[in-house]
C-alpha cells in the first residue's frame, strides 16, 4: 500500500530554518504530483506549496511564497520542503500529500510531523 513518512520536523527560534523529508513508498513516484499542507490548531488544513511530477513546476501559497522551497529527489522517492525565515505563524503540523498526474483530488496523505516556531 502507498505510505508516505515525513520526518524532519521540531522546535525552532523565529527566523530559523527546517527541511521536512517525506519519503513515499508503493506508488510510482513519477507519476505523481507532490504536496505540502499545512495544518494550525483550530484551523482548516492550508496548501503550502506542489510540485510536479517531474519537478519542473512548483508553485507555492503566498505566505511561504520567498521562504520555502520544495524539491524532490527521484531516485530517493522523496520530496522535501525547505523552510528558512521561520514565523511564529508557521507552527503548524505539517502532511505530505501525493495527487496521481492529472488528477483533481489529493489521494494519498501522511501522518504529519509538528513544526513549532518560538517567538
Known amino acids: 500500500q502507498v505510505q508516505l513518512v515525513e520526518s524532519g520536523g521540531g522546535l525552532v527560534q523565529a527566523g530559523g530554518s527546517l527541511r521536512l523529508s517525506c519519503a513515499a513508498s508503493?506508488?510510482?513516484?513519477?507519476?505523481?504530483?507532490m504536496g505540502w499542507f499545512r495544518q494550525a490548531p483550530d484551523k482548516e488544513r492550508e496548501f503550502v506549496a506542489r510540485?510536479?511530477?517531474?519537478?519542473?513546476?512548483?508553485y507555492y501559497s503566498d505566505s511561504v511564497k520567498g521562504r520555502f522551497t520544495i524539491s524532490r529527489d527521484a531516485a530517493k522517492n522523496t520530496v522535501y520542503l525547505q523552510m528558512n525565515s521561520l514565523k511564529p505563524e508557521d507552527t503548524a503540523v505539517y502532511y505530505c500529500?501525493?495527487?496521481?498526474?492529472?488528477?483533481?483530488?489529493?489521494?494519498?496523505w501522511g501522518q504529519g510531523t509538528q513544526v513549532t516556531v518560538s517567538s
Open positions: 500529500a501525493a495527487r496521481r498526474q492529472f488528477a483533481n483530488d489529493w489521494a494519498h
Open positions: 510540485i510536479s511530477w517531474n519537478g519542473v513546476f512548483t
Open positions: 508503493g506508488l510510482t513516484f513519477s507519476s505523481y504530483t
